[in-house]
């Protein structure tokens, strides 16, 4: 069992940067692939970025389009956390923000692939 909590969200004005932290807890996280998700009010979740388990493997990270370039993902084995830098924010980055974790190589884009999720934190962007 992992358990996930975010944090670093709140409200930033335009152009602004914002670092999501996802600590876990409960047993290491290196054999999990972690993805954010985000979810503005009135529409569905929908996917931001993806990062594959640690342990000594190649890291790539995928991104929704609407967040390359701007967005990155790492993770910190060492500390048992994953984090989301956002730079560049834009009003449309506003929602909830969650992490969520699967004990596999690679979770992909779907949020029904992972098994895990913390309760989120809010990013607010002003325009």
């Known amino acids: 069992q992992v358990e996930l909590v975010e944090s670093g969200g709140g409200l930033v004005q335009t152009g602004g940067s914002l670092r999501l932290s996802c600590a876990a807890s409960g047993r290491s996280f290196v054999n999990y692939a972690v993805g954010w998700f985000r979810q503005a009010p009135g529409t569905e979740r929908e996917f931001v970025a993806t990062v594959n388990w640690g342990g000594g493997s190649a890291i790539n990270p995928e991104y929704a389009d609407s967040v390359k370039g701007r967005f990155a993902i790492s993770r910190d084995d060492s500390n048992n956390a994953v984090y989301l830098q956002m730079n560049s924010l834009k009003p449309e980055d506003t929602g909830v923000y969650f992490c969520?974790?699967?004990?596999?190589?690679?979770?992909?884009?779907?949020?029904?692939?992972?098994?895990?999720w913390g309760p989120g934190t809010q990013v607010t962007v002003s325009s």
């Open positions: 969520a974790a699967v004990r596999a190589h690679y979770g992909g884009k779907w949020d029904s692939l992972y098994d895990y």
